[in-house]
């Protein structure tokens, strides 16, 4: 590294030099793969002490087990079963919820009839409404969207509607002015106005329509990933239970890192994420 290469950034005291973001994120990810390799190393000894018995496998077999269910068809018909479900419900969620964030966060009347019920419903876990939802529509796939839509939407809504009523006055006088329809200011003002927080709610909803697929299908019987888990330990094959939950985790970290990519191209043009890629 040269000695050009470092730069003092002024908002940080006097003396402190930090790396430049590429430098920084390549040292980021050093510090990352040293941290998994200690991982992995802590389960090898605990799995070869037999602290748990059977119930912890070795890091070995479990990496062979992996290996045997990335040639398996039905492996990959139940991962692709869990992100269709898990996008779908995303999708539907961000639709509905920006449409109805609009709606209470510009209409006075919608926001006082519907601000009781969404209060009520927040802090409702749609796990909660899990054997309600088998009860109506059975171990199916209906049933693990409806729970998505369920545990995604309402994050949206709120979010939206806070973002709606963040929008600048003044924007919105100067718009009036203009004799911009009504229509045409929530297209042209307040949308992009509330985009930053429809944009943070849905990278928060991105994981969560995830893991509420796989508890639907874990504690559900809904088709995917979450199903072969509980099948996997109700026969006690822990070797494909972790390599699934392995499997989960990689999935995971690709919806987060998908969200927050779509996230900064969309809103490319807020400060807080030009000044990020600076």
């Not at 006097?14 to 991982?39: E, F, K, M, T």
């Not at 290996?67 to 039905?74: D, F, I, K, T, Y």
């Not at 796990?127 to 199916?140: D, H, N, Q, S």
């Not at 070797?239 to 690709?254: E, F, K, N, R, W």
Request: proline share 6%; glycine share 8%; aromatic share 8%.
């Amino acid at each position: 590294m040269t000695a050009s290469s470092l730069a003092t950034n002024s908002r940080t005291p006097n003396g402190l030099l930090v790396l430049p973001a590429r430098d920084s994120r390549r040292a980021q990810a050093l510090w990352g793969v040293l941290g998994a390799a200690i991982v992995l190393a802590a389960w090898q000894v605990v799995a070869a002490a037999q602290l748990f018995g059977n119930a912890v496998p070795s890091v070995f077999g479990t990496a062979g087990k992996l290996a045997a269910l990335l040639g398996s068809q039905e492996f990959w018909s139940e991962l692709s079963v869990t992100v269709a479900i898990a996008l779908a419900g995303l999708v539907f969620s961000a639709v509905l919820g920006i449409l109805l964030g609009i709606l209470i966060g510009t209409s006075a009347v919608i926001q006082a009839l519907a601000l009781a019920v969404f209060e009520f419903l927040k802090p409702i876990p749609p796990i909660v409404i899990l054997p309600l939802a088998v009860m109506v529509l059975g171990p199916t796939w209906p049933m693990a969207f409806v729970l998505v839509a369920f545990g995604c939407s309402l994050a949206i809504v709120m979010q939206t509607a806070s973002g709606v009523q963040d929008t600048d006055p003044v924007a919105l006088a100067t718009a009036r002015s203009f004799g911009m329809k009504p229509m045409e200011i929530k297209a042209r003002i307040v949308l992009p106005s509330a985009s930053p927080f429809i944009g943070t709610a849905m990278r928060v909803a991105a994981p969560t329509a995830l893991v509420i697929t796989v508890v639907a299908g874990l504690l559900g019987g809904a088709p995917g990933l979450g199903r072969s888990i509980y099948q996997a330990q109700a026969a006690g094959n822990f070797s494909t239970l972790y390599a699934l939950v392995i499997v989960l985790g990689l999935l995971g970290l690709v919806f987060h890192w998908t969200s927050s990519w779509a996230e900064a191209k969309a809103l490319y043009w807020h400060p807080s994420h030009r000044e990020a890629s600076l």
